[in-house]
């Protein structure tokens, strides 16, 4: 399976700035996933990202808070904007290799003050 | 709409005991079931997974059970171990359209010695 590089690892952030959460892969993926777990919670699909094409957002997710980008196969980056303390989360980088083969980064943990 | 829904929230097993989480799920394009286990601080990884053609999968400890027909399916852990404590998720997957994991709302689960 794919190994999965995030990050920072964690991060204190002032209200009203922005972060960008790196994801870099081993290998050549076509499909990474931005999910975001808030405290004791499930995850949340944020996006789908594809190389060469835009990314796609869920319902109550927009561009314009969560940027993406993802310029090759093995690397993307989330950013998350204009922060308030509701960013507050876990952010969680994915791959999905083959047909099932879905892994997950060890994620970043934004405490937004 | 909660497409995948899990149960219980929390579980408290004594060692050497049989943990059972149960899900069930609504859309019937699912067609591919993980489970992942998450340790505090690390992201979510893959324990087992069934595809709908089979009723049970078992590795080691950890077996799936899995019914079509009421749309339901169960992760069962025997001889539970201190080293079990995590939160568990169920996913399903749709392999149509954007092809990410659905996820359920957790389980904790506690196995004391």
């Known amino acids: 399976s794919a190994v999965i590089s995030q990050k920072p690892s964690r991060d204190i952030c002032q209200r009203g700035t922005s972060l960008t959460i790196q994801c870099q892969v081993d290998s050549q993926v076509t499909m990474m996933f931005w999910y975001r777990q808030q405290p004791g919670q499930s995850l949340t699909l944020i996006a789908t990202?594809?190389?060469?094409?835009?990314?796609?957002?869920e319902s109550g997710f927009v561009i314009d808070k969560f940027p993406i980008s993802r310029p090759n196969l093995t690397f993307s980056t989330l950013t998350v904007s204009n922060m308030s303390p509701e960013d507050s989360s876990i952010y969680l980088c994915?791959?999905?290799?083959?047909?099932?083969?879905?892994?997950f980064g060890s994620g970043t943990r934004l405490t937004v003050v | 709409q909660q497409q995948v829904k899990q149960s219980p929230q929390s579980l408290i097993v004594q060692k050497g005991g049989i943990s059972i989480i149960n899900c069930a799920y609504e859309n019937t394009a699912f067609d591919y079931f993980p489970w992942y286990q998450q340790f505090p601080g690390k992201g979510p990884a893959l324990l087992i997974a069934?595809?709908?053609?089979?009723s049970e999968k078992k590795e080691g400890r950890f077996t799936i059970s899995f019914n079509k027909s009421a749309k339901q399916f169960s992760l069962h852990i025997m001889d539970s171990q201190p080293g079990d404590s995590a939160t568990y998720f169920c996913?399903?997957?749709?392999?149509?359209?954007?092809?990410?994991?659905?996820f359920g709302s957790g389980t904790r689960l506690q196995v004391q010695p």
């Open positions: 994915s791959v999905r290799q083959g047909r099932d083969g879905y892994t």
């Open positions: 069934i595809r709908p053609d089979v």
């Open positions: 990202a594809n190389q060469g094409s835009e990314a796609t957002y």
């Open positions: 996913a399903a997957r749709a392999d149509t359209g954007r092809r990410a994991l659905t």
